[in-house]
């Protein structure tokens, strides 16, 4: 019975209740105005809350249970529908809290969009910021039909900011032919169709040095992940991104933040791609938070 | 931000935060074990707090807001899977708490088993208890199958707990030959087909009386609430249903509780139904609680 | 043929396991080659077999139980895939076999076509034969796209073959301007948008004679009947259907044989067209098998 | 074969070839960015399209067919992803354009506030313009959590810009108290619930004025209409829907424009909807386009 | 029971009509009433045997063909819904009678728990059993939320009963700590994450013994089987699956019986799990039937 | 603005305009009226080009642009609903004009038996014609249930047409012995369960002919396209297909046509079967068009 309290309702499973005693605070960035295609991604972090009261607290991959690590759900951050730069901003000064605090930032999207605030913030606390991306798509377009806000630019703004030296991308098999090109001018890595390999290639070098991970979850296949605005042949299995996830857990990385992204939950009736984010979110938080310095 | 206090996540929109202070009780029961045909309801409750999101606060039909009234969401009961006789003594005690502490119960189902034991706590509360039924099916089987315990006999229990001439059907278009005879000889009411009409008949009879009322969804038509278990053709409509519970507010009865059952997500792609379902919570609440004695 | 033994597959809830024995028959005609818009209505005669385990066996509609009529249901003809006149003619083999035994043949589509054969055998039998037809579309064309074989053209083959003075159709709203001048002049009767009303007026004309009727579940609208493969908009409720269904059965006609075709279970995820067009042919036997000559 | 020429693909059945020769255009208008609830309309004018070519070319209702209007489909204006304002303006100068070459503009949602712009470009040409609003919503918010360029804020802007006296809404059943308690002070016509009955009431006044009409398809119930993103129940049937454009069509009031918003399609697997708002154009073109000054 | 004349209704695809001249008999059990999360697995031996007659008759694999073993369908066991002790206990009785009768019981599930009973059952006529089990999840919890009759605790009911050393645990992702704990104290054997490879070097191990296989059709990745209860990532392909069922038939053990559970056809739109399901059921009759001892 | 010319609605992304200056020209087949099991890949060359506006115009995988290459989309070709042999006959002439005209024919189907047609064709322009066959299934019958037009026969069909020696299949997991046998046999070459390596294989043998290539999507495992009309577990990723379309592109055959058949959109409520299919068309486009003698 719970009587006594406010019944606390749809937060990510073993929530813990309070944010000052947290290591890591989880947050929703319900935002889909502007991708190109097919919206629907503001609804992926309510999604994948509530169907985390399925997954199991004990990871086999990592031996570890969800009662090691204290992390806190903050729910979504209120954005204001069809504003992409006030919503933008919002994201910034959300994350600038968490870091004052010294807690690790873990957010769900939204589109694609939504992380480059969260890097902007995340470099002006780690200045030698690496960023890790994980995605179909290279995302390095300058606008999108006019638009710099774009589902499409996120990479690309990063870039312009950390330098593209520091980014270093996965799984990628879409973009311009310009894209590709300004990336391998530009020194930015790129690894295109796999992820395990050459991550455990990328790993040693960046031993030691702050990183941020961003997981579009169409860098999986769409049989594996149905779910999303673009879904496109020739991905990733689940099996290779809990591997990729694992691989990083166990390098000399200090991880420092990470958003998993792009879980759009109408397309997929089976609602396994939410499903399935909820187990990576579980994965993250095991394998990473802890990581951070 | 949020980060003060624990993010109250997925409850009935405008739920107040103090059971104390609250006037009503909205909880849920999730149970579905007992169903002869299509599962699913245990997910009814979650699904109608998550679309609260989509609704108005004001009420057209009764020009009221939810301001006016105080009600508190206690989230789903932790009903133990497969076990209709210890989830049915769970509810039981729970609604016995309510009811102890003065407020109004409303329930949300689960199967329609669900309205069994809560019936049972008010009755101990109100000797004189009425109940009014809208459902498409007269449930009144004294076992399912050779199980007592049934979705398809909470109105032959409660009919033998409180008198049969005390129980008020209306929309009926299902059951066996022999329910609609046993009604007939006990006395017990059913209007067939239809619910605004003979409802408006029954209303005045009941003047003062307290009422119980509890609502299967599956009363209106499939076309207006797919998703429920048992999809029978021939129901009313939502505009008829939506009036009747107008035409209850505005009678001279005491509702003293109420429950909507039956609502199982996952049949119903767009999601009408729990949509649907939200707003009859809404009239229910703004139209049913201040009437209690 | 499967006569001399219990057809071993999916039947019809209650269904009788002598064909001797029985005063009706049930079929499957799972053809929708000819369609011009969307197929799938050849797993519809399947689908209702299925979900009719969820029907109660009484109608409180005619307030007659399913034990009071014995039929058999002979499972579907192996209609071959792809050609239309072969369909054709296995399927008025099939009914003349079911009229020589001197039973009600109860067929469930399937496109509209399927009707134009069993209209030929039941015009063998019965010279008097008057038809029935519930429809959104009046199906009255000479041909489509150079097909004369076409779900567009059942009524237009049946009224040249039985006279167009004997057709009736009720609920149309779609169809060329040249179908509803054809009709006016040729005197065929067309009751537009509406059936209940219209039939009450015509049953009593056609007291006495042998009807046979056929009914296309888009006569409903797609709120009603979202599974089936043209959906248009402004059809009738499926409470005015089952009232027509009873005014039918309560009438001085002798109904001499029927169908409902259609029904697309692909389009329909809540499955509630084949739980609603099994409740019909549960109505259809208990009103109308034993009306037969 | 179509070998000479460019294949002309997925347009609206039957539209004329020449924007010069044709008396109506329409266009696609896909924008869905500040929706507050389910995203999705974007794709709205793309599915009426496609599946327009299941209609028949004849109303029964109106007793004309499409070969006597001519219209053009000028397809989609390319709106920018995620930019309310560019959005607006260019629907703006794209009305404009429809408006100097005399023709009759026939848009197709996107979300609500697409309605805006047009009704800017239509008043600039019709001073005396009046406004006939069919929706489930008064879209009378100044604002929608701070941004007043909101699909929630349409019908305010209009009135706020050609007089609240000159609006008449239909079919409302949601809004907040304070958007009802504006529309009485500011003597801006509400018809809750109902359309058919209260249009007939004000059709007479309106002769002889210019008119734009603009038809939210959420004015229709869920049940007739589950692909859009807010559904709401208590709506109108489709039958109502279809007779008030007949009325309209009968009437004497000048239409000069119109739109059809809100139809999402993902939310409806069955496609009724799309199907429908096909329909519903249809009748808008057979019954409007020449009432125009 | 219907072992005395043919089940006539929907059966698997070549079924033999004779209980008696069969080698295997095929079964459902039709219960989910104990699942934690998803219900639905009710109906998954129903859609099973109904898309079968899609299957080719021919395995390509095993190079064999339908026609060379005789199996009988017995339908579903009418088990009572919501009662999981009286519904464990006619599965139980209902293979005592396959095994008396020396045929093969080839069991669709349902939920997991069903294999407990038919486990019990086996062990009386096979002291010596072992058992292979292929699963995303140990289900070796001691009771879930304090029920021990649970789709979480078969292996470990299972386990208590024929020795733990006795269980082979295959394809396992998921669980509790507690539960590989025990299962490593206990000496039950858990190939993590893969099943082909380990099974490789567990088979000649179990030479000559007689061995039941049971698998939840879990063990596959959500992306080759949505349609199931709980959808976990990470999994195998039905490649993978193909290829063990394959292995075990060319194997030195005696398979004595086999199932096949938790395929929830509600989830999965696409019909491919149960599609998927019918092919396996196809490859087990194939090469495990006849090498029973 | 699109005023001074017809809006090219729905086209296969950057199609060029004029036949004439083409190299390629795609073309649909709507056609589906002989399948035995699923139908509705008659939408599957309308959705392909409906969502290949999602498409990058660049391919990773062969470094090259959609502007490198000129093809026209012809739309579909306007096939007579249920007629087989005359649709039959209208592509092969359609086809002939093509191959005339020089170009290189890019077919969409619809059914696995527009194949035969357009073999048909090309085997006249090219008596040394090979044909690439990748599928589940080896469509090797000889009639299906009495017919021998039937999606079960094309392979058969240009088997007896241009010798079983010249035809190469991959990928084959479904069959009736006897077509497995009668390859043998005819030494018609099939490689089971693979596509990449047999091919690797194979190309080299094929070096300087004229070869057709006819791609059945469910040579995919129904992971990877659920959307078809016979789903068959086993198949081969999408990695692996667009490996083998690179393959070829990079090998010494001259590819002088092809098709994708057996989309069936309504199948796959994500639609990622449609995006995938459009996927592969762009690589057929960018890696074979210019390969043609």
């Given at each position: 019975?719970?009587?006594?309290?406010?019944?606390?309702?749809?937060?990510?499973?073993?929530?813990?209740?309070?944010?000052?005693?947290?290591?890591?605070?989880?947050?929703?960035?319900?935002?889909?105005?502007?991708?190109?295609?097919?919206?629907?991604?503001?609804?992926?972090?309510?999604?994948?809350?509530?169907?985390?009261?399925?997954?199991?607290?004990?990871?086999?991959?990592?031996?570890?249970?969800?009662?090691?690590?204290?992390?806190?759900?903050a729910g979504d951050i209120?954005?204001?529908?069809?504003?992409?730069?006030?919503?933008?901003?919002?994201?910034?000064?959300?994350?600038?809290?968490?870091?004052?605090?010294?807690?690790?930032?873990?957010?769900?999207?939204?589109?694609?969009?939504?992380?480059?605030?969260?890097?902007?913030?995340?470099?002006?606390?780690?200045?030698?910021?690496?960023?890790?991306?994980?995605?179909?798509?290279?995302?390095?377009?300058?606008?999108?039909?006019?638009?710099?806000?774009?589902?499409?630019?996120?990479?690309?703004?990063?870039?312009?900011?950390?330098?593209?030296?520091?980014?270093?991308?996965?799984?990628?098999?879409?973009g311009m032919k310009e894209?590709?090109?300004?990336?391998?001018?530009?020194?930015?890595?790129?690894?295109?169709?796999?992820?395990?390999?050459?991550?455990?290639?990328?790993?040693?070098?960046?031993?030691?040095?702050?990183?941020?991970?961003?997981?579009?979850?169409?860098?999986?296949?769409?049989?594996?992940?149905?779910?999303?605005?673009?879904?496109?042949?020739?991905?990733?299995?689940?099996?290779?991104?809990?591997?990729?996830?694992?691989?990083?857990?166990?390098?000399?990385?200090?991880?420092?933040?990470?958003?998993?992204?792009?879980?759009?939950?109408?397309?997929?009736?089976?609602?396994?791609?939410?499903?399935?984010?909820?187990?990576?979110?579980?994965?993250?938080?095991?394998?990473?938070?802890?990581?951070?310095?």
């Amino acid at each position: 019975m719970r009587f006594d309290e406010a019944y606390s309702g749809n937060v990510f499973i073993k929530s813990h209740p309070s944010f000052e005693e947290s290591e890591a605070v989880i947050y929703g960035m319900p935002m889909d105005w502007t991708v190109s295609y097919r919206p629907g991604s503001r609804f992926g972090p309510a999604r994948i809350r509530e169907v985390s009261i399925g997954l199991e607290e004990y990871s086999p991959y990592l031996d570890r249970e969800l009662d090691e690590v204290k992390y806190f759900d903050a729910g979504d951050i209120p954005l204001p529908f069809g504003n992409a730069q006030r919503s933008i901003d919002m994201i910034e000064q959300f994350v600038d809290k968490i870091l004052e605090a010294g807690k690790f930032p873990l957010g769900m999207g939204g589109e694609h969009l939504v992380s480059w605030p969260v890097i902007k913030a995340m470099y002006k606390k780690y200045p030698n910021l690496a960023v890790i991306h994980m995605d179909a798509h290279t995302d390095l377009r300058v606008e999108y039909e006019g638009e710099p806000l774009s589902h499409s630019t996120p990479i690309r703004k990063a870039a312009e900011l950390i330098g593209p030296e520091n980014i270093f991308s996965f799984g990628i098999r879409s973009g311009m032919k310009e894209e590709f090109e300004w990336a391998k001018e530009a020194g930015l890595y790129i690894a295109k169709f796999e992820v395990l390999k050459p991550l455990q290639e990328v790993l040693p070098k960046l031993a030691g040095r702050p990183v941020y991970i961003t997981i579009d979850i169409d860098v999986l296949d769409p049989a594996f992940a149905p779910g999303t605005g673009t879904v496109d042949a020739g991905g990733i299995t689940s099996k290779e991104l809990l591997a990729a996830i694992c691989e990083i857990a166990r390098s000399d990385i200090h991880v420092v933040g990470a958003d998993l992204v792009e879980v759009a939950p109408v397309y997929d009736h089976s609602e396994q791609t939410a499903n399935t984010a909820s187990k990576l979110i579980r994965e993250m938080i095991l394998g990473w938070v802890q990581k951070r310095i």
